[in-house]
């Protein structure tokens, strides 16, 4: 079975402060996709960044980084000098490579991230 | 369309009432998803489209639930006889791709359901 847990229920700083969402996953396939979607108030989700499973190596996107390491399981994302604007819950999701529904997500509960001006 | 759309953004019903969920993906995306997402959760997998075939209706909660996307393009999410356990977010999302999940899903901005 798939999973995905983000334990951080809710997360506040103050702008510009740097901030880190934990993602840890489970699953028993050794090909799998792990994605980071935005969810702003108005409700859409937003994707951010998909990774593979073989592909270990960090990514920065402007302020935005995403640590990969498959010894823990854990697919964490920073936020260098967060804005206001990045006020929203993030959800990390999983993605397995087999079955009839490729692409079917696997969501964790999602962190409330709350940037304080 | 420039993103998903689906209609309508809220929806107030009775308990044992029946509602229709609109779902309109990006033109000539191929593959559709609904997602269930109750108050303070992640959403969940109910049901999935490769055009008008609905491949995987294993995430459906009960047989109250009925999908169908009969022209592969717009689909429909009904909830029969609601109860209030089905008040939740619906969300559709849709891809390009067949070759998934290599093509990330795009999602609309969902329809909150209220049973009352």
């Known amino acids: 079975a798939q999973k995905v847990t983000q334990a951080q229920t809710e997360i506040s700083v103050v702008e510009k402060e740097d901030v880190t969402l934990d993602c840890v996953y489970e699953?028993?396939?050794?090909?799998?996709?792990l994605f980071w979607y935005k969810q702003p108030p108005s409700g859409e989700l937003v994707f951010l960044i998909r990774?593979?499973?073989?592909?270990?190596q960090n990514e920065i996107s402007g302020r935005y980084s995403w640590n990969f390491q498959k010894s823990t399981s854990s697919f964490n994302f920073t936020i260098t000098a967060s804005q206001v604007v990045d006020s929203a819950v993030y959800f990390c999701?999983?993605?397995?490579?087999?079955?009839?529904?490729?692409?079917?997500?696997?969501f964790g509960r999602g962190t409330q991230l709350t940037v304080w001006p | 369309g420039a993103g998903v759309s689906q209609s309508p953004r809220y929806k107030v019903a009775k308990r044992g009432q029946d509602v229709a969920l609109r779902c309109d993906p990006i033109s000539g995306h191929v593959s559709l998803f609904w997602y269930q997402q109750a108050l303070g959760q992640g959403p969940e997998f109910l049901t999935y489209?490769?055009?008008?075939?609905?491949?995987?209706k294993s995430g459906l909660p009960s047989d109250r639930f009925f999908a169908e996307r009969p022209e592969g393009s717009v689909s429909t999410l009904k909830i029969q006889r609601t109860q209030q356990e089905d008040s939740a977010v619906y969300l559709c999302?849709?891809?390009?791709?067949?070759?998934?999940?290599?093509?990330?899903?795009?999602f609309g901005n969902g329809t909150r359901l209220t049973v009352t």
């Open positions: 990774r593979n499973s073989f592909d270990e």
């Open positions: 489209f490769q055009n008008e075939a609905q491949l995987d």
């Open positions: 699953t028993r396939d050794t090909t799998y996709y």
């Open positions: 999701a999983l993605s397995i490579s087999r079955g009839s529904t490729l692409g079917r997500l696997y």
């Open positions: 999302a849709s891809s390009l791709a067949l070759d998934l999940p290599t093509s990330p899903l795009h």
